[in-house]
């Protein structure tokens, strides 16, 4: 099964914050073949787009008054939803921030 993973901060993280090198986690998973794709967004080029009554709005940076920034994905390759969650798990950014899961329809 395919899952999105978005890693987002967190306004609560965990204590003592995880300082480990995100980069193990993707090499880890890359050498498995259980990460497929996955990069880094920045927030300061996210652009808001709604259309209200004909007008389009268009605002700059992540949606105003969200307290969690959506700062990255990862496609990951699982056997299952538990799997998934185990490896999103090990993550640095579940202790720093939250990691979302989804899985593709009809993966």
Known sequence: MRFMMFVLTDP???EPADDADVDHWVQALD?????????VLDPSEARGVRVRAGERLVTNGPIPGATDTLWGFDIL???DLDEAIDV???HPMAR????ELRPFPGA
């Open 12 to 14: 609560v993280p965990d």
């Open 31 to 39: 050498t498995t073949g259980r990460r497929l794709h996955g990069d």
């Open 77 to 79: 390759e699982c056997a």
């Open 88 to 90: 999103a798990a090990r």
């Open 96 to 99: 720093n921030g939250r990691l």
